[in-house]
């Protein structure tokens, strides 16, 4: 991904990246989306990761 040079009030106003502990899904997202991919697409799943379905 490109490097985006932010204006100075916006780089001021900036958070950065932060870890909420009460988010529950920001741990298991890639979990999350990893199930629904093979929820959505078996018979893809079944050829490509048949240990995992």
Same mark, same amino acid.
């Given at each position: 991904?490109?490097?985006?040079?932010?204006?100075?009030?916006?780089?001021?106003?900036?958070?950065?990246?932060?870890? $909420?502990?009460?988010?529950?899904?920001?741990?298991?997202?890639?979990?999350?989306?990893?199930?629904?991919?093979?929820?959505?697409?078996? $018979?893809?799943?079944?050829?490509?990761?048949?240990?995992?379905?």
């Amino acid at each position: 991904m490109a490097h985006l040079d932010l204006p100075a009030g916006l780089r001021a106003a900036a958070r950065g990246v932060t870890d $909420d502990p009460d988010n529950a899904i920001s741990g298991t997202f890639g979990e999350n989306m990893l199930k629904a991919r093979l929820r959505a697409h078996p $018979d893809v799943a079944r050829i490509h990761h048949p240990h995992l379905v």
